[in-house]
């Protein structure tokens, strides 16, 4: 028989599920959900990969232990249809499927979400339920995967999106820009009764507690100014005893649906495997990831939280996950990805473990991790960098099971490369001048930004929020003619915005400059390049 997703093919079929080796939850969902319903204690906004696979997964180990009653509401702010078509129709399940190197699958049906909504006022009873989760003094954490570009309230000039400057003119009761909405549901939670909280960024960006309560606190400051909120909500949101932004790190590599995973999900029988079009993305009722997974969270939640320490999460103070995200964001993982990403787009590379096969590729990343990146890093103590670079470079990484792209990881290049190599920079001083690996990865990006491949054919790039003006600043620029290149890179190595310092600045923007010339030497320019700087 065919296996579909839903609870109650679950229940009436169980012994079949156990039978293709899917693991199954041991809760009474229904019991749950009533709960969940009644006193809600955590509501994510993002549903997509990560927190199927990860996030949703920690809180169902402690609903099989019995250390949890209720479970988790998603909210999506991007993209409606996730909800309509990816979480309802399957009961809000997903099935988790981990990848090992070794090409074993796990199997796991994540069950903890209860409840999907869209956090729009459009959708008025999605919207209304938002705003009684809100208003409800058992809400806990307010918890987001949205990609740091979500919490952004200007563009590329520093000019409000049109959408926030309306929303801050008309105050929360008419937000429809995403943080507005967001921040107009705390506004919902302080006039009911200012109670508190925790807004728990889990996006993969440098003090991303920090980037929502920016957003917020923004809304906030705006809506007290222009007399359309009380002032009152602006002390509110800066009271540590009444809302938290707690920092974290979160490492676990969930990428696009795998073919391989469909197919064999099919010969297992189970029923659900095509892939799900919306007009924002692709998904599927399956979701497919490694099997490293780390998330370590500052401990700062006012109004209690989830034990997710027994689940393995880390919680600790402030200070040590500063240390453990720079290891990871800034050396150890982050950085080796996006120059896999750039250079791998070049050469023609479709499978990130492939590229770790590359000599060169493989070269650049251990000389950007262990060479550079190393020598700066403070050991957090609850995790070790040499540990931590040894297996994404041994196992991860080089992991064939793991269907990942660097077209995947080349996505929204200009919101990480300040913290993925700036960082770093900035942590070398007056000697970021004698850096080699780390200017080449970044000339590889803009040599990327031309959307011509090593041979000379014209590729497709990633999506970018910056991408139309970074293609401007470099228009002119031609394959074989460095010349054309003359002058053109200075208002992107310039800004502070990307790359957190003017790299002319730190002594780097010319060498970038030379490294770019090179790249555009002619076709084949990127593979002799890497060859002449990488032994």
């Not at 293709?20 to 994510?44: K, M, N, R």
């Not at 925790?198 to 007290?224: M, P, R, V």
């Not at 979701?287 to 997974?293: L, S």
């Not at 990942?404 to 700036?422: E, H, L």
Request: charged share 25%; net charge negative.
């Amino acid at each position: 028989m065919m296996l579909h997703l839903n609870r109650q093919s679950l229940k009436e079929n169980r012994a079949e599920w156990e039978k293709a080796g899917i693991t199954l939850y041991s809760y009474d969902d229904e019991a749950v959900q009533a709960a969940t319903q009644q006193a809600p204690q955590w509501v994510h906004f993002g549903g997509g990969n990560i927190f199927r696979a990860f996030i949703a997964a920690l809180q169902q180990h402690l609903l099989n232990k019995g250390l949890a009653k209720t479970g988790i509401i998603t909210a999506e702010t991007y993209d409606e249809e996730v909800i309509e078509k990816v979480y309802r129709p399957f009961d809000n399940l997903s099935l988790a499927v981990t990848m090992y190197a070794d090409g074993r699958f796990e199997k796991e049906v994540i069950g903890s979400v209860m409840e999907s909504v869209v956090c729009r006022p459009d959708f008025k009873a999605d919207w209304q339920r938002l705003k009684d989760i809100f208003t409800n003094p058992s809400l806990q954490v307010a918890s987001f995967t949205i990609t740091e570009k979500g919490y952004k309230l200007k563009d590329y000039a520093g000019n409000f999106f049109p959408a926030v400057a309306e929303d801050m003119k008309k105050g929360p009761e008419q937000a429809t820009s995403s943080m507005g909405c967001i921040a107009a549901l705390a506004y919902a939670r302080y006039q009911a009764g200012a109670y508190p909280f925790a807004f728990l960024s889990l996006d993969n960006c440098s003090h991303n507690g920090d980037k929502i309560k920016e957003a917020i606190l923004t809304f906030a400051d705006e809506w007290a100014a222009n007399g359309v909120a009380d002032k009152g909500f602006v002390d509110y949101v800066n009271d540590p005893q009444k809302v938290t932004f707690p920092w974290s790190m979160i490492d676990k590599i969930t990428p696009r649906s795998s073919a391989k995973v469909q197919g064999y999900l099919k010969e297992l029988g189970f029923g659900d495997t095509e892939l799900i079009h919306t007009e924002k993305g692709t998904y599927a009722a399956f979701v497919n990831a490694e099997n490293a997974q780390y998330l370590v969270i500052e401990d700062t939640f006012p109004n209690g939280r989830p034990a997710l320490e027994q689940a393995g999460v880390i919680f600790t103070d402030r200070n040590t996950v500063d240390k453990v995200e720079r290891m990871k964001v800034c050396t150890c993982l982050n950085p080796l990805h996006t120059a896999m990403a750039v250079y791998g787009c070049l050469l023609g590379y479709t499978l990130i473990a492939d590229e770790m096969k590359d000599p060169q590729i493989k070269g650049l990343i251990e000389k950007i991790g262990y060479q550079e990146g190393l020598p700066v890093v403070t050991n957090p103590g609850v995790l070790n960098p040499e540990d931590f670079i040894k297996e994404v470079l041994e196992q991860r990484l080089t992991n064939g099971n793991l269907p990942d792209t660097p077209q995947r990881i080349a996505s929204d290049t200009s919101q990480k490369v300040g913290i993925r190599f700036g960082e770093t920079i900035k942590a070398y001083g007056d000697k970021a001048k004698d850096l080699k690996y780390i200017p080449l990865a970044i000339a590889g990006w803009c040599r990327y930004l031309l959307a011509v491949d090593d041979e000379g054919k014209h590729f497709e790039l990633s999506p970018d929020p910056l991408l139309k003006d970074l293609q401007a600043a470099l228009e002119g620029i031609t394959l074989g003619n460095p010349d054309s290149a003359k002058g053109k890179l200075k208002s992107i190595l310039a800004n502070k915005d990307i790359f957190g310092s003017d790299l002319y600045e730190v002594g780097l923007g010319e060498k970038i400059e030379g490294y770019f010339d090179e790249l555009i030497v002619g076709p084949h320019a990127v593979r002799n390049t890497l060859v002449k700087y990488v032994k």
